[in-house]
């Protein structure tokens, strides 16, 4: 049985590896971003105008991923 410490990691691991039927991690998809391994997070030190960028790329990665999803989908049925 997994301690709760060890089930952690299990799934940090699952949220950080490639899925192929999105084309990024689960936690990119999530969060747009990959994880930081200082816990450092670089939005709550920058300015208003990146974050507009990062909310305009944040959009952009959704829409990109559900075309992934509708291609994997597709690929599915076929």
């Known amino acids: 049985m997994l301690g709760s410490y060890q089930l952690s990691l299990v799934e940090f691991w699952y949220n950080t590896t490639f899925c192929s039927a999105v084309g ?5 998809f999530l969060y747009g971003h ?4 200082l816990g450092i997070d670089a ?5 208003s105008s990146n974050l507009n960028t ?3 790329d944040k959009d952009l990665m959704q829409q990109l991923i559900h075309q992934h999803v509708l ?3 597709h690929k599915m049925k076929l």
């Open 34 to 37: 990959e994880p930081h391994h």
């Open 71 to 73: 291609r994997a989908q």
């Open 43 to 47: 939005l709550a030190t920058s300015d």
């Open 54 to 56: 990062w909310i305009q």
């Open 24 to 28: 990024c991690t689960p936690f990119f």
